[in-house]
RNA sequence: CGGGGCGUAGCUCAGCCUGGCUAGAGCGCUUGGUUUGGGACCAAGAUGUCGUAGGUUCAAAUCCUAUCGCCCCGACCA
């Protein structure tokens, strides 16, 4: 491809409303325009990319025994009201209407769309299993796309699923995908790693998301340095002590603590450690108001209450809601004598952190405003309906899988996910099948996605210096740039003569063709970030010589000009 | 949805507070010339519904109101 024939508006100034550094140096590379918010052109170098990770994509997926198709965009409303979808999903499900005002969605992902197919034509085990997935452009109206193509609202993603006759089946195809995952982000130039993670909204029994680690990530994420445990801090656990069950011999008494509602106002105020406090937080959900305890030195995990409590929705209860329920001021709620039910919002249950199991002699709140209780109890002043682990994560704490290392927190972004989603859609689409003895069964379900474009971005979060983007080779638009310096005849000729050499040997080449000064094509050729660039100098060019440099490490040297295209396949393979 | 910020030339931004003649700079672009191994120089030039609509005023990029768009933080999120 010449330079001069291609549409590369790199830009000398970062954009003003780009934040990372992905999303500037796409936009100062050439490789995306913004349209509108969260949705992108992609142009030609943009595209190349894309293409070079779908390719690998493909590649893997289809070593791994999966088939390509492709669903449509646009699906009709009914297939979401089958699954129960069209309600639940929310503002982020873009809603249109066609020309006779039947509703349609532009597919966020694709479920019922697959399921719909494999339950009209697949009927029998011994079609099964299958592995279907597609490469096609989503959307979702996400409330608040952010860092180009990192999290657009229009994105490329590459999103399969696969139907089994039984869960081992499952368990085992899972393995194989999460091996194939890894290895596309490693043929990617990506380390990335697979963390156990929240099933979230979709539904399903067990995750993992596939994490490239880089400190502008979105995902937070618990690892131990001594085993192999990785695990989103969303649902991370850490090996933690259960309080200690001393005897209940502390009696409840009512102490004046005028303002001070925090944990530390209060556990400094009464010379008590934080992890004597009971922190009562109080949340509403569609199930009613749940009451969560847990010691004054840790933090409440949300995700895990609302797994525990099997809402669909949790929030922070409002002031109102508090003074309904406790009868005090923000601040002073505890979980002593409070009512079962409270008028107008619903049932009250109690769910309290393994931290509260047993404790004894403890600081809450009274529920009367400016006061604490003190001495208190668990089982003999209060009973919670379960003691599970509802915790976030610290850096610094045990390992719950070995129980010896400690856990660091680092950030990553999520480059892809895998589900084991059972039977989910597969019951609610009645995608059945027959089995050895002619009994109808719901399909096993797994679902696994890798975000194209999210990818792309990773890598140049990876891979970049203060020059521009260093492209790993496997994704780069093109393997050689071409850069002819100066205006002389004999240049331009063996720029040509090279340029032609290196196509018919199939290297992907782009020519720097352009009239422009030498600095401005360096600095060019640095920011679009191509791995190789070959230079073509008059001096040089006298003597039968060419320069060859590695983008990466800035290393130069001369070659002839014969032995640039054996030295290009060299650094190929 | 809550909080904050921004919208002036292709890009980055100044001007706005304290209204005043013809709206500016750098970069980019066009033409001519000199240059040519790391974002050149000289000269000449083109480019704007000052986001949009309404209002106040003798007079609005500037003040007021509404509206649209974009960015950031939070809430949210296969």
């Given at each position: 491809m010449k330079y001069s024939k291609s549409?590369?508006?790199?830009?000398r100034e970062d954009p003003a409303d780009a934040e990372c550094v992905s999303h500037k140096l796409m936009l100062r590379a050439g490789l995306i325009r913004q349209v509108t918010r969260g949705s992108y052109d992609y142009l030609p170098l943009g595209l190349r990319v894309i293409r070079k990770v779908e390719k690998i994509v493909r590649e893997e997926m289809d070593a791994a025994g999966c088939q390509e198709v492709l669903l449509p965009i646009v699906i009709p409303a009914e297939l979401w009201q089958e699954s129960g979808?069209?309600?639940?999903?929310?503002?982020e499900l873009l809603r249109v209407k066609d020309r006779s005002n039947r509703d349609f969605c532009i597919g966020p992902t694709h479920e019922e769309v697959i399921t719909d197919l494999v339950r009209r034509e697949i009927k029998s085990y011994r079609d099964l299993p299958k592995n279907l997935y597609q490469i096609n452009t989503k959307y979702r109206d996400e409330v608040r796309p952010r860092f180009g193509l990192m999290r657009g609202r229009e994105f490329i993603m590459k999103d399969g699923y696969s139907f089994h006759t039984s869960v081992e089946d499952l368990d085992r195809h899972y393995e194989v995908m999460k091996n194939a995952y890894l290895k596309i982000f490693q043929r990617c130039g990506l380390d990335a790693r697979a963390v156990e993670a929240d099933t979230g909204?979709?539904?399903?029994?067990s995750s993992h998301e596939l994490v490239v680690l880089a400190d502008t990530g979105e995902s937070i994420i618990a690892t131990c340095g001594k085993c192999d445990y990785t695990a989103s801090a969303e649902i991370a656990a850490s090996a933690r002590p259960s309080a200690k069950k001393s005897k209940a011999s502390s009696t409840v008494k009512e102490v004046h603590t005028p303002s001070l509602k925090t944990v530390e106002e209060v556990a400094s105020y009464l010379k008590v450690e934080p992890s004597q406090m009971i922190k009562t937080l109080i949340y509403l959900t569609d199930k009613g108001l749940i009451v969560a305890l847990i010691a004054g030195n840790l933090e409440l995990n949300e995700v895990k209450l609302t797994n525990a409590t099997g809402a669909a929705f949790l929030t922070m209860a409002d002031e109102a809601a508090v003074k309904k329920l406790t009868?005090?001021?923000?601040?002073?709620?505890?979980?002593?004598?409070?009512?079962a039910e409270v008028q107008g919002i619903g049932k009250v249950r109690i769910i309290a952190d393994?931290?509260?199991?047993?404790?004894?002699n403890a600081v809450t709140g009274a529920?009367?405003?400016d006061y604490h209780l003190t001495g208190v109890c668990d089982a003999r002043d209060f009973k919670a309906e379960k003691y599970i682990d509802l915790s976030s994560v610290k850096k610094g704490d045990v390992c719950p899988k070995c129980g010896k290392g400690k856990l660091d927190i680092v950030r990553g972004i999520e480059v892809g996910q895998v589900f084991k989603l059972g039977t989910k859609y597969s019951e609610a689409l009645k995608a059945v099948f027959l089995d050895e003895n002619g009994k109808e069964k719901p399909m096993i379900m797994g679902t696994y996605g890798i975000g194209i474009g999210r990818t792309a971005a990773a890598a140049i979060e990876q891979n970049n210096d203060e020059n521009g983007i260093i492209w790993p080779l496997p994704l780069a638009p093109f393997h050689v740039e071409l850069i002819s310096v100066g205006e002389d005849s004999k240049v331009s000729e063996t720029a040509e003569k090279i340029y032609a050499e290196l196509m018919k040997n199939g290297i992907e080449v782009l020519f720097d063709d352009r009239a422009g000064r030498p600095g401005v094509k360096f600095a060019d050729a640095d920011l679009i970030g191509i791995p190789y660039q070959a230079i073509i100098g008059k001096k040089a060019i006298e003597q039968g010589k060419i320069e060859f440099k590695i983008r990466k490490t800035g290393e130069r040297k001369m070659v002839g000009a014969k032995d640039i295209i054996d030295l290009i396949n060299k650094e190929l393979h």
């Open positions: 549409l590369i508006p790199t830009l979808r069209w309600e639940r999903y929310g503002k909204s979709i539904g399903g029994y009868g005090a001021e923000v601040g002073f709620a505890g979980p002593v004598s409070l009512p393994i931290s509260i199991e047993g404790i004894s529920n009367k405003t």
